[in-house]
């Protein structure tokens, strides 16, 4: 084996945990694998020699592209300043293993969501170090602040995502049970049912091909959303409910023809609905599913 085959080895070693680090960081798959690419290219480059420990180099190296990313996206977001990250869409048979470790911990859409509101800088800070436990000191440089610094960006990061809910009920099968109810009391047109399943705070945010891709329209608390939750009724017209995974949550995904319509994210927390990620962008979902 020369050395270029061994670098690979090494490289490909560390790949998922690299593509789960860039889609945290970026709440995109294919912007994710951009960023893994980029730090293929620059290890292919550099002297590994003087490399002492690969896996938290490569970190370190995915962290920089993706905070530059991040930084580009900010003259993007002044119209639409919510946006839709890229769900994980499974069918909960374990066919997709590559999918468990994009999703550990929790990573739910409704997080991912919270994280794209963050500064860049306190994304990153929050991201290495609370999920992936990468020292300050190794996060300073890469944010050009001092260890103390890199600590209060990933502090004010956190205080913002846990005032969020971001965090759903662990029983799936409650979250079932929730989501059957709702989509139930849509179809009856029934609104104080309706209310009754979502939490009084509820967000919606519906992403459609009439939008920026990417882009959502934001609806919020309990009646606002019931009663955009009536006009459901006919979004399932022609088509086929498939209860899904997304996330590694409850949700549901309409279909026509074999092919994906219509995706709808839920967070459950408390038994009750506190948000709702909905996309309506077939091309984009066919790429997802």
Known sequence: MNDNEWL??????????????????????????????????????????????????LTTVVGRVCLDMLRSRTSRREEFPERMPDPIIDDGSGSHPEHQALIADSVGLALLVVLDTLDPAERLALVLHDMFALPFDEIAPIVDRTPAAARQLASRARRRVQGAPTVPDS?????????????????????????????????LRSESPTLPAGAARVVRGAEAVAGQALLFRGTGAGGVPVPVLVNGVAGQLVTRDGKPQTLFAFTVVDNRIAAIDIISAPDRLADLW
Do not use: I
């Open 8 to 57: 690979a080895g090494q490289f490909d070693a560390h790949r998922g945990h690299l593509r789960a680090v860039a889609y945290r960081m970026l709440g995109s798959l294919a912007e994710a694998d951009d960023a893994v690419q980029e730090a293929w290219l620059k290890l292919s480059r550099a002297d590994a020699g003087d490399v002492r420990n690969l896996g938290g180099w």
């Open 171 to 203: 029983d799936v099968s409650r979250q079932r049970e929730v989501v059957n109810a709702f989509f139930a009391a849509a179809r009856d047109g029934d609104f104080a049912a309706l209310v009754a399943v979502l939490d009084p705070d509820v967000v």
